[in-house]
């Protein structure tokens, strides 16, 4: 079938709206009808080659849709559904069997090799190979297909032209308070980093009924919100003494804090802002020679622990339905984050991501 595209076809370049060919769902696959996908910074990071992925290619892994037509084998969805998809993963590795699927050791292949896992693509034009499958959708076209294994059904209630950006950056963010560091009630916490990831931590935060929180970023609106969304204390690093002042309010330190800055010296005023026994959580994409240094008695003397997290420790299934149930009572407010565009608009989008004039861009389909 023919479907409208955007596609990336040179490093750091604006994507071009194409028209492509799209094969028929394969074994295991589902073609989706994408009614609306966000914009998340690991498709600015791709465009840009921060990790080799090859191009052409179609970007876009926040989709929701609904379901048109499934390939053989598939159970799990049926045409007519609402869907999200997620990142995707093998299925049959030791993480994958253990509910892990974020580590899958497939991860880099199932997501970013751009292609099928017997190298093939759904996608071309006039007969060229055009890649595709990225984190299993590639979901910046009006369609595209997916796998069961990334596949979540959603709830007709729930606004599904709202819903892609849980699939990655908010489950990231509130998977990190919730999954990984498991942020417990009456506990201090603090983020580093206000950006749709960071918020929705603030928001899962107060989910959790953590009483202490707090969100540094160097940009004042963005403090402004966090504040809206349940932040305690705000934090702009611009005056110095970050982690002074996170002494000042705690006393001893924070019990957690998440790094999503992905910024070695950030990094590392978030270890200092532990208290004993502390976590620190890091879930931004460095670049690939990235290292850290810490100072190796204030982490051992105090059981301080440092921890990577991907996608916020979520499995889809499980976690996606939760963060609806708490966006429909009105306990996580992740809307208040979103932006809409429509499809032809999706540069000016990504520019609006970067120069963080929008905080989670949405792309509608129409
Ligand atoms: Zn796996
Ligand atoms: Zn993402």
Known sequence: ????????????????LETLDLDDPRDGEILVRVVATGVCHTDIAMRDQTYPV????VLGHEGAGIVEKVGRGVTKVAPGDHVVMSYNSCGHCDCCHEHAPNYCHDFFGRNFAGCRSDGSSALSQDGKLIH???????????FAICHETNIVKVSKDAPLELLGPLACG????????INSLKVRPGTSFAVFGAGSVGLSAVMAARAVGA?????????????????????THTINPKGGATV?????????GVNFALDTSAIPAVIRQAMESLAPRGT????GASSLDTELTFNAMHIMTAGRKLQGIVEGDSTPEVFIPQLIDLFLQGRFPYDKLVKFYPFSDINHAIEDAETGKAIKPIIRMG
Not at 54 to 57: D, L, M, V
């Open 211 to 231: 009483t202490t929180i707090i969100a540094v970023d160097v940009v004042d609106d963005r403090l402004t919100m966090a504040k809206e969304l349940g932040a």
């Open 54 to 57: 090859p191009q052409p290619i």
């Open 132 to 142: 595709g499958n990225f984190f299993g959708q590639s979901s910046f076209a009006n």
């Open 244 to 252: 002074e002042t996170i002494m000042k309010i705690t006393g001893a």
């Open 170 to 177: 908010i489950q990231t963010g509130a998977g990190a308070v």
């Open 1 to 16: 079938m023919k479907i409208h595209a955007a596609v990336t076809r040179a490093k750091a370049s604006p994507l071009s």
């Open 280 to 283: 620190c959580g890091i879930l």
